[in-house]
């Protein structure tokens, strides 16, 4: 699911795309993904994108939070959470820095992979 939600933002140009490694922090998720969208479209455009492709490969409703807004939009796809801010919203929040003790994943990096998640 990670590499699918990499790809789809990437597919729609959203930028500063962070993988944060969720495992021994919390049991919520076992990614946490961070990216901008330049306009409140682009990260309403890039959350629809996201949440299509996550159903499509889940079989299952996907959660969105924060449309029509669009200044901060999350996307709960059950393994991986997906945060699109708007670039001030983001950087007022500053997740990245609450949940990253250590810098964080490459995000297309294999290593970090659970033995179970399927590749692209």
């Known amino acids: 699911m990670r590499r699918v ?11 500063d795309i962070v993988t944060i ?5 919390s049991d919520i998720a076992d990614y946490m993904i961070v990216a901008s969208g330049r306009s409140q479209r682009q990260v309403g455009a890039a959350a629809e994108h996201v949440r299509k ?11 969105l939070e924060g449309m029509p807004a669009c ?3 999350l996307i709960d796809t059950g393994d991986v959470i997906v945060h699109i ?3 001030e919203v983001r950087e007022f929040y500053n ?12 995000p297309m990096d294999d290593a970090s ?3 179970g998640e399927s590749a692209l």
């Not at 990437?10 to 930028?15: G, N, Q, R, S």
Request: net charge negative; hydrophobic share 45%.
């Open 21 to 25: 490694g969720l495992s021994g922090k």
């Open 71 to 73: 200044d901060w939009v």
């Open 95 to 106: 997740l990245e820095k609450m949940w990253s003790a250590e810098l964080p994943l490459d």
């Open 113 to 115: 992979d659970d033995a």
């Open 53 to 63: 492709a996550a159903k499509a490969l889940s079989g299952r409703p996907i959660a």
């Open 5 to 15: 939600v990499i790809q789809e933002l990437e597919d729609v140009k959203a930028e």
């Open 85 to 87: 801010f708007r670039p």
